[in-house]
């Protein structure tokens, strides 16, 4: 329980009191995190070292359910842990036949074969609109679409990216930015359609064609004042 613990506080990016658990993990597994023990052992372990080890490799594993299958990826990999025997960090690096650790596998390879699918239908079919990047991604499981939205606002910093999903003849959109001083969530509400946070926010349309229209209006507005 200590090891799942760990995976936890990595997956959840909350160090701060968690520490001692993180530290048991490592000194039991120091063949794999041997390079974060004297960090750990000494205090001075933080989210740059977690993220630059092995630990971050770990975290998008059993990420990974989520981000196919959503909550009940979450509940078949629940399941899977508390029926199978016992497993363990290296049974995870090493493929074995262990029922958790083909699941995490396979939920893993398959985020990444579509991730890789989407980056390259981004690249061939992305519409660009001066700040504003529009995008209908080919996959559209609500994990996979934030992880995809976030890593493209990462790779294109003062952009917006905008993906957009078909959904019972409505239309949803997904905002994401970084470097941009713009409160996406404000703009969304200000609009009467949605909202969120500065740098995420979201909305669900009957008229595509018309919200695009007023938000890259009102986004270049704000961007390029007069």
Not at 137 to 166: E, S, Y
């Amino acid at each position: 329980m200590t090891d799942i613990g760990a995976i936890g506080t990595v997956c959840s990016g909350r160090l701060t009191g968690n520490k001692e658990i993180l530290t048991k993990t490592i000194q039991a597994h120091q063949e794999l995190l041997g390079p974060l023990l004297e960090k750990a052992e000494s205090g001075k372990l933080n989210s740059y070292h977690i993220m630059h080890s092995l630990f971050k490799q770990l975290g998008e594993l059993f990420w990974a359910p989520y981000l196919m299958y959503g909550e009940q990826g979450v509940q078949e990999l629940v399941t899977l842990c508390t029926t199978s025997k016992e497993f363990t960090y290296e049974d995870l690096f090493n493929y074995t036949h262990h029922p958790v650790v083909k699941y995490l596998q396979g939920c893993w390879h398959l985020f990444q074969e579509q991730f890789r699918a989407d980056q390259k239908g981004f690249k061939e079919e992305v519409t660009t609109h001066q700040n504003v990047l529009i995008y209908e991604p080919k996959h559209t499981q609500p994990g996979f679409l934030q992880k995809f939205g976030k890593q493209l606002a990462n790779t294109n910093p003062g952009k917006i990216i905008l993906l957009k999903t078909r959904i019972d003849g409505k239309t949803k959109y997904g905002a994401q930015a970084t470097g941009l001083l713009l409160d996406l969530g404000k703009v969304f509400e200000d609009m009467n359609i949605g909202g969120g946070h500065p740098e995420s926010a979201g909305a669900l349309v009957t008229d595509p064609e018309l919200f695009e229209g007023e938000f890259l209006r009102r986004v270049d507005k704000i961007l390029n004042p007069e």
